[in-house]
């Protein structure tokens, strides 16, 4: 309940027209790292206003989903992905439609690049991430951190932020940006040119929200190794079939 003087402020401010400034948007998640901005904050959301590249962001924050279990991050990218392009899905028999989820997304082709068995054990790495997703049709290009500079990974994601029917998940690892704790997979929906960062639209929504991250943090949150695949972990770019 409101407390008295907060009616009578609020009241007085719609007596006179005023506009009252939005608090930041309560959220049951893990405090952030100072180094991190929740979309949720009024800075967090300027930043979006704001920001140079956009183009995914409206396409993949209509198709958000947490995932479904903790070690479905990749599944649940997958998912957002494949609906926000609108490639031909499964049937959804819960809704009789055809629309990709984290139940129809897995059949012969998926279980021949990793058994869901297995990844609901230890998740996807970056190449059987890639392999899922492209065992549809799309054109996927893996970028593994370590092999790529700085330079050529803003580059590379920025520029597939600002074109449609394209778009970028990333693998990094959560402790390298202040985040608890080990590797983890989410679209990334925007990128600010004038703070240098990206947004990662967090797809464990339980835990953090959707923050912005320095380049160089989730750059080199990419240059580190994933001990399932004894390789660092990167990005995918995923394009529509031309
Ligand atoms: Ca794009």
Same mark, same amino acid.
């Given at each position: 309940m409101p407390s008295f003087s907060g009616m009578v402020l609020s009241s007085l401010a719609l007596l006179l027209g005023i506009a009252v400034a939005p608090a930041s948007i309560k959220a049951q998640t893990l405090p952030l790292d100072e180094s991190l901005t929740s979309l949720l904050s009024p800075e967090g959301q300027q930043l979006l206003q704001e920001s140079? +590249? $956009?183009?995914d962001y409206v396409p993949l924050a209509s198709q958000f989903v947490t995932q479904q279990? $903790? +070690?479905f991050c990749g599944i649940a990218s997958t998912v957002m992905i494949l609906n926000a392009l609108g490639i031909p899905a499964p049937e959804a028999p819960e809704w009789e439609r055809q629309y990709f989820t984290q139940e129809n997304i897995f059949n012969p082709a998926t279980e021949a690049v990793i058994e869901r068995s297995l990844i609901e054990r230890q998740g996807l790495t970056l190449a059987e991430l890639a392999g899922i997703i492209s065992s549809y049709p799309v054109t996927v290009e893996v970028l593994y951190g370590a092999e790529v500079t700085l330079d050529e990974f803003r580059q590379a994601i920025a520029t597939n932020l600002a074109e449609g029917d394209n778009f970028v998940v990333v693998n990094y690892l959560r402790r390298a940006i202040g985040q608890e704790t080990g590797g983890h997979i989410s679209p990334i929906a925007a990128y600010d040119a004038d703070t240098d960062r990206f947004l990662i639209l967090d797809v464990s929504r339980y835990k953090y929200p959707p923050v912005w991250v320095e380049a160089e943090a989730l750059w080199q949150a990419t240059d580190t190794i994933d001990s399932v695949s004894e390789r660092s972990r990167g990005v995918v770019l995923v394009s529509a079939l031309e």
């Open positions: 140079e +590249a $956009q183009t279990n $903790q +070690a």
